[in-house]
T-cell receptor, first 113, second 112 residues
């Protein structure tokens, strides 16, 4: 069974641009969640989707948004990029999304210049 | 809100040394507790979990016991190997929809 796949692996953008990250969960997993990982803050929860609905959201500004498609694939968008958005963005999937083991992808490393 | 506090790293140990990484948490109710490990260039992977008080999670020689009275979930291993070098994250889930709260991570370096 293929694992969680995130694309692209690396991204370099400039301030003010927008970016879209993609996540394909493990086959059969309907819950996808996103985390931002930085050296100073560790992992911070962005949001969680299940069956195309956002069920939970972390404390991030509205510039961070996401969506999930009918095949459970998810995208995350960040608009008007700031230097502080430089981070590793991790996607995780689970079958139902409740108290279960998270299966993580390798992440997308975003650098904002 | 929920929070997880881990000991600061990095932790440097010689091969075959005993490992303890401290983790304490703050949460309402009865959360599930986890340890995840991240190897260089990879995402996190679950190392072990415990879902109720006094449960002991174990995997690959690592152990952690859910201590409700001290709100702790310390990670231990009797004899570390070079291949255990990684970043270790303590985490909790309060039963909400996958809003897992992570500690800041503890980097472990094991030297031969």
């Amino acid at each position: 069974k293929a694992g969680v796949t995130q694309t692209p692996r690396y991204l370099i953008k400039t301030r003010g641009q927008q970016v879209t990250l993609s996540c394909s969960p493990i086959s059969g997993h309907r819950s996808v969640s996103w985390y931002q990982q930085t050296p100073g803050q560790g992992l911070q929860f962005l949001f969680e989707y299940f069956s195309e609905t956002q069920r939970n959201k972390g404390n991030f500004p509205g510039r961070f948004s996401g969506r999930q498609f009918s095949n459970s694939r998810s995208e995350m968008n960040v608009s008007t990029l700031e230097l502080g958005d430089s981070a590793l963005y991790l996607c995780a999937s689970t079958p139902q999304g409740k108290d279960e083991k998270l299966f993580f992808g390798s992440g997308t490393q975003l650098s904002v210049l | 809100g929920n929070s997880v506090t881990q000991m600061e790293g990095p932790v440097t140990l010689s091969e075959e040394a005993f490992l303890t990484i401290n983790c304490t948490y703050t949460a309402t109710g009865y959360p599930s507790l986890f340890w995840y490990v991240q190897y260089p260039g990879e995402g996190l992977q679950l190392l072990l979990k415990a879902t109720k008080a006094d449960d002991k999670g174990s995997n690959k020689g690592f152990e952690a016991t859910y201590r409700k009275e001290t709100t702790s979930f310390h990670l231990e291993k009797g004899s570390v190997q070079v291949s255990d070098s990684a970043v270790y994250f303590c985490a909790l889930s309060d039963g909400g929809y996958q809003k897992v709260t992570f500690g800041t991570g503890t980097k472990l370096q094991v030297i031969p």
